[in-house]
């Protein structure tokens, strides 16, 4: 008998599983809150071990078209003069050719693409109640009918609901990195493309992630504050709290803040990590963000749910669905572990917390360009990444 599994989120994680899950003779259903597969145009990357899960799923090629090939990035001071830059080629050296960066948006219309033929999509709507019995696990939702499956996947991010509703509260998993991210989208009056341009003062960071031939630059205001109490769905008060955070800022400063009041893609969210000492319990199962989050800004995430997708669907293939779970952890925790400990780092170089950090760090960056032996060092900061994101072998199911 064909075995149903419910997941939670059509965004990277939900759908991955889901194309895997339908080539191992699972029936997947994708239940996703939002009306449509969302495509915000944020650039993510995926690394190492992930392009081999997308090549097996055979997307690589139409994600390597997608590849948005960023090319420098360029720090302004508060009248905009250039006080540092990079060459993203120097950096990237020892990746380059095999990772991949895309627009958020692009990955997953190309997962979504790939499964719309195979896997039924129930959009605007989410689980209610998750109660697990003998014969399979019963699930009500806010709008569809009741359904009895033979398991439940949250594929539902960092506020994951699957997560609530089976393993508790999210303040038990939910670990704050100390920083806060607001992007949106806004007119590209610079003539930005395949680059970055950011303004770091201490504890925040303004400015733009333009993906080639893109009319709307990504707009990015992140910084550190302690834990923000707000609700998550008040999106004018969360761009009251960046405002404030950004009160008084120089450069670009008052003009992004000014297109965030009127963005309609606006982002807000914490960078925090999800640490869970179990992925599973019973029927009920966690993948990608909602289980592991490495962070925001950390820039392991998309491939933590990918590789995550990949190996779930592999174990309950082998395994069954009641060793299935276990398996997939005990493959995944020591991955997840190197990724999640790159995060806290990844994320502090971005947002530089003092003064002396800010004008240390642009420095450091003004001189190593003139350094002979540049790549070697830049090499030995991206390697730590590299290997993060190589530190589990696919076994081929
Ligand atoms: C602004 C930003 C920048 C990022 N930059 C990078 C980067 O550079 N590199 C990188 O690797 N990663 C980056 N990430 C992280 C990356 O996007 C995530 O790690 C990755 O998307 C995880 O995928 P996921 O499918 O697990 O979760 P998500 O992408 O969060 O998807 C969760 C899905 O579940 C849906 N959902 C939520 N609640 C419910 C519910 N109750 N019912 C049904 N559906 C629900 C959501 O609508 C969404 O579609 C960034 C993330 C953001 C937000």
Known sequence: MTRTVLISGASIAG????????????????????????????????????????????????????HVDTQRITFVDASGRRTA??????????????????????????????????????????????????????????????????????????????????FGPEREFRHDLGFYFAGFSTDNSRGLARE??????????????????????????????????????????QRDLVAQAFAGGGWEVPRLVAAMRTADDFFFDSVSQIRMPHWSAGRAAVVGDAGYAPALLSGQGTSLALVGAYVLAGELASAGLTDGPGRYAERMRPFVAANQRLGPANVKRMVLRSRAQVRMSMRMLGVLNRLPGKERMLARVVAPIHRAATAIDLPAY
């Open 85 to 166: 830059g990079m060459n993203m080629d120097d950096m990237m050296s020892t990746t380059a050719g095999h990772d991949i960066e895309v627009p958020r948006g692009a990955l997953t219309s190309v997962l979504y693409e790939h499964t719309r033929n195979d896997v039924e999509y129930v959009f605007d709507d989410s689980i209610s109640t998750i109660e697990q019995g003998d014969d399979g696990v019963h699930v009500t939702f806010r709008r569809g009918r009741p359904r009895t499956v033979d398991l439940v996947v949250g594929a539902d991010g960092l506020h994951s609901n699957v997560r609530r509703l089976v």
């Open 15 to 66: 759908p991955a599983l889901a194309y895997w899950l339908h080539r191992h003779g699972f029936r997947p259903v994708v239940v996703e809150r939002a009306a449509a597969v969302r495509g915000n145009g944020y650039p993510i990357d995926i690394r190492g071990t992930a392009v081999d899960v997308v090549d097996r799923m055979g997307v690589l090629p139409q994600l390597r078209a997608a």
């Open 196 to 237: 970055v341009m950011a303004h770091n003062t201490p504890g925040r960071l303004a400015g733009w992630y333009a993906v080639g031939g893109q009319d709307r630059p990504t707009a990015m205001l992140a910084f550190a504050s302690p834990e923000l109490r707000y609700d998550h769905t008040d999106l004018d008060q």
